[in-house]
């Protein structure tokens, strides 16, 4: 009994050392801070590395703008879910003392309203998120056209 119980103390040992190693990383979104390392690493001219360094802050920076936008839009979306749901619950409530043909129209029709504000929430989003990936595959085109130039330079 005793030898089982340090077996098994010590594979939950081993186990718990084991799984911080192999865990998953977070990666933080890129900066920019690579980009300009490596384009003073390239062995431009002056002109050059200074051109790409401006090129990978001009994209890190638009990048930026763009996830706030999407966060922001995040942030609008839940709010609008969150009302709707909030104004469902109240249409229900205020409902229940209507007759049953009354109550049945009155809920028939909430949730109609509450449909159409979910829709219109995730339209919404479904409009930011593919503006923001528009903007990022912009971004990137512009600073690959302005790398080509900072290496000509």
């Not at 050059?48 to 930026?64: D, F």
């Not at 709707?84 to 029709?109: I, M, N, P, V």
């Amino acid at each position: 009994m005793r030898k089982s119980l340090f077996v098994l103390a010590l594979v939950a040992a081993v186990a718990a050392t084991a799984v911080p190693a192999t865990a998953k990383k977070h990666h933080p979104k890129p900066t920019g801070e690579n980009c300009i390392q490596r384009a003073q690493a390239a062995n431009l001219s002056d002109a050059g590395t200074a051109a790409a360094t401006a090129a990978c802050t001009k994209y890190a920076t638009t990048v930026a703008d763009a996830r706030t936008a999407l966060k922001a839009a995040r942030a609008t979306q839940r709010a609008a879910l969150k009302a709707a749901r909030a104004e469902f619950r109240a249409d229900r409530t205020a409902s229940a003392t209507l007759s049953d043909d009354a109550r049945k129209a009155a809920r028939k029709a909430a949730r109609a309203e509450r449909r159409a504000a979910v829709r219109a929430a995730r339209q919404a989003f479904k409009t930011a998120h593919k503006s923001y990936h528009a903007t990022v595959k912009a971004a990137k085109k512009t600073l690959r056209a302005e790398r080509r130039a900072a290496r000509a330079a």
